[in-house]
């Protein structure tokens, strides 16, 4: 079937987008006019379409609904793709091939690459354009710690902070492809140290704030970067954070790191190595403000964003260009029903995670929108911060963490009530599952029943959102708790315990995903293999996610969690892994398993249960070294919430430890352990349920 216009029995042009919901939730259908010189590159929709030119009649279906425009997505996957990357993005040279073919099965073979021999610049899209058609508007406003100290930015502000960023990096000899670590707060700063990298080229890779400094010269090590951005504290919660002191020491086992660049939060002294530190306050005026961008290929790396796994040590995803950047502006605006115009886009993550990337940073900026930079926490100075913000800065939309939602319920609905939250016209979830306490209260109390809520599921890996409804603006159906749909062009699947794709009702099972979308990580950075085996050998033929999930009766999606070792902390991603690798440092621990346990405010707390060696040392001591421990060499959000000792962990008869029984012992769900029947040593769960219950 073919899509267009036809004027008297002609076609004059071919479909080209959907890219829109109008007022009443109806996807209309966007024509470019691509041929017949009077309509050259002419965007409107039906409706202007055929008010002018009467003659002219849709010979599309007219796509009415979700359905209709999700199942036109996957038909054509690619006409749907090129359409949006043609007409959302700036090119240098237009792609040639929207990707390469290729699908998972073969998946030692795999690629990602889209928008083949495209050529762009990603901070051409999200700043410069913006900047020549509307410098006067404000690109970010930045809430800072203190309330009422916000800082509004415009595009033509944004526009020169970026570039004579990027000529100071490039000052400092960073060059294309060259990584870039920052480890800055939500700051200002922040986001021109990530534009000014993907304006020159340069790999950014930011780190979040709470990081230790084992774990920021792990990420450093691992890209061997050349640079460190940073500053000299952090300011969050009426509190100064030692971000540079951090640096300082991570860097004593990075070598190669030429300079570490400083801007000052604050106004308090710091240590400054002559070597190595240089102060970008000092010397970022002397800079030009006008910077010639990188020419990029779509497929080159913008980021590389470290994140935890089930295994080892956290890895560093691998980010497109292209790719990337049309999905995280799409579904910015679609998802949100986002106003590019007008609205005030508040999402309150960090940047050091993917949330802040994609739609504080990539998404809203690509769309020329407006984004909040929130730099301080939900309670500070009461917990009426949020609401407050919303007022003030008027925010149209909210993106948040269920753990924050769960945290507000506890200090009342007082908080809430003084404050003005009818900018608001739609509300995000992210990050964890959201429990149907929280949604009701989100949508009650926050949403005033006004604002519907997008709990949006994705992942670092993903890029941008996956799955979720599209309730703004549109009559689309809500189901508290549940995540409801594919976005278009995304195939799921779900695979039952005999690694079959089962059927998308009444069903639970292992969330996959069936063919490549543009937004996904490339790869792991420097251990592709390590991509393939973790993503695309568990099921042969798809991307498997992670997460657990089911199907209802409609086929709308509730996500269940993960399914893997990982652990999800306050929206903190944690490999029980890596907390077991620390322990185990400790000398009087002989052996440790981790396992993530519900916990009513921060969704999971982590649960450790050690083997001691014969020691002299009290336990209590023991526990006080292991939580600083694991603080130090990882970061506050992966201290284990309880540590149970006991005398044996319980293992298969091939040595490997049963986690399965762990967790149900840990989650106090002692009566339902299941079949125990592969366990070498039967006596060794009695033994770990009495030492539990004895600490209970
Ligand atoms: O378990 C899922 C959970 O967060 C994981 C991804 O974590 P991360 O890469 O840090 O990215 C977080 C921000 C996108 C997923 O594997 N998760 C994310 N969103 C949801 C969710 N779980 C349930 N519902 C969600 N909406």
Redesign the pocket.
């Known amino acids: 079937e073919k899509y267009g216009v036809n004027i008297n029995g002609t076609d004059i042009c071919e479909l080209r987008a959907i890219d829109y919901a109008d007022e009443n939730g109806h996807y209309n259908v966007v024509e470019y006019l691509l041929q017949n010189g009077i309509m050259d590159n002419l965007k409107e929709d039906s409706k202007f379409l055929t008010s002018k030119f009467p003659e002219v009649k849709l010979f599309s279906k007219s796509i009415n609904s979700y359905e209709d425009l999700y199942n036109f997505s996957i038909e054509n996957n690619e006409e749907f793709w090129r359409t949006l990357a043609l007409n959302r993005l700036e090119w240098f040279k237009e792609f040639d091939k929207v990707n390469n073919g290729l699908d998972f099965n073969d998946y030692e073979n795999y690629e990602h690459k889209w928008f083949i021999n495209g050529k762009i610049n990603v901070s051409v899209n999200c700043v410069d354009r913006h900047y020549k058609k509307n410098p006067n508007k404000t690109a970010v406003i930045w809430d800072k710690d203190e309330p009422g100290t916000e800082q509004y930015v415009t595009y033509s502000e944004l526009y020169k902070l970026m570039n004579k960023f990027s000529n100071m990096i490039r000052h400092f000899n960073v060059k294309k492809g060259d990584s870039v670590i920052i480890y800055l707060p939500t700051s200002l700063y922040a986001i021109a140290a990530m534009l000014a990298c993907a304006r020159i080229g340069a790999v950014h890779s930011v780190v979040f704030g709470g990081f230790s400094s084992e774990s920021l010269a792990s990420r450093i090590q691992n890209c061997q970067a050349k640079i460190v951005i940073t500053s000299n504290q952090g300011v969050r919660g009426g509190r100064f954070i030692e971000f540079k002191q951090t640096v300082d020491t991570a860097i004593e086992t990075c070598p190669f790191v030429e300079h570490v660049l400083v801007y000052k939060r604050t106004d308090n002294p710091f240590q400054v190595n002559k070597d190595k530190d240089i102060i970008i306050d000092d010397i970022i005026d002397t800079f030009p403000d006008e910077c010639e961008p990188e020419i990029m290929d779509s497929n080159d790396p913008l980021f590389i964003l470290f994140?935890s796994g089930s295994t080892g040590k956290p890895k560093g995803l691998v980010h497109s260009n292209a790719g990337y950047l049309l999905q995280a502006s799409l579904t910015q605006q679609l998802v949100f029903n986002y106003d590019c115009e007008k609205d005030v886009f508040g999402c309150l993550a960090d940047i050091g995670?993917?949330?802040g990337h994609s739609y504080v940073v990539y998404g809203t900026l690509c769309n020329g929108g407006t984004t909040v930079l929130f730099e301080s926490t939900p309670t500070y100075p009461d917990p009426s911060r949020y609401w407050q913000t919303v007022e003030r800065l008027k925010i149209n939309q909210l993106y948040l963490a269920p753990t924050a939602i769960r945290l507000l319920i506890k200090h009342g609905d007082e908080w809430l009530k003084k404050h003005d939250k009818s900018s608001l016209k739609c509300l995000g979830?992210?990050?964890?599952?959201?429990n149907v306490e929280a949604w009701n209260w989100f949508y009650e109390k926050v949403g005033e029943k006004r604002c519907k809520i997008a709990?949006?599921?994705?992942?670092?890996?993903t890029g941008a959102h996956c799955i979720t409804p599209l309730p703004c603006g549109s009559n689309d159906i809500l189901k508290p708790g549940m995540?409801m749909r594919p976005f278009f062009g995304i195939q799921l699947a779900l695979m039952d315990q005999n690694g079959n794709e089962s059927d998308t009702k009444h069903i639970e099972g292992m969330l996959c995903i069936k063919k490549p979308w543009p937004s996904m990580a490339m790869t792991v950075f420097g251990d592709d293999q390590r991509f393939k085996e973790t993503y695309l050998k568990p099921y042969r033929g798809y991307f498997f996610?992670?997460?657990g999930a089911f199907f209802d009766n409609d086929g709308h999606i509730k996500?269940t969690?993960?399914v893997d070792d990982v652990m999800?902390v306050s929206?903190h991603?944690i490999g029980t892994a890596e907390i077991e690798n620390i322990l185990s440092e400790h000398p009087d621990v002989a052996e440790s398993a981790v396992v993530g346990v519900p916990h009513e405010l921060t969704g999971e707390a982590v649960f450790a249960y050690i083997v001691l060696k014969e020691t002299q040392k009290s336990e209590q001591e023991i526990f006080k070294q292991l939580k600083n421990l694991v603080k130090k060499k990882i970061a506050s959000h992966a201290i284990p919430n309880t540590i149970l000792v006991t005398p044996n962990l319980p293992k298969t008869r091939s040595g490997k430890i049963m986690r399965r029984i762990l967790r149900k012992i840990a989650s106090n769900q002692i009566e339902d352990l299941g079949d125990l029947s592969t366990i070498s040593e039967s006596n060794v769960i009695e033994e770990i349920i009495q030492s539990f219950r004895s600490m209970s």
């Open positions: 994140t995670w993917i949330t979830s992210v990050g964890e599952p959201i709990d949006t599921w994705w992942q670092t890996e995540a996610t992670g997460d996500i969690g993960r999800n929206g991603r």
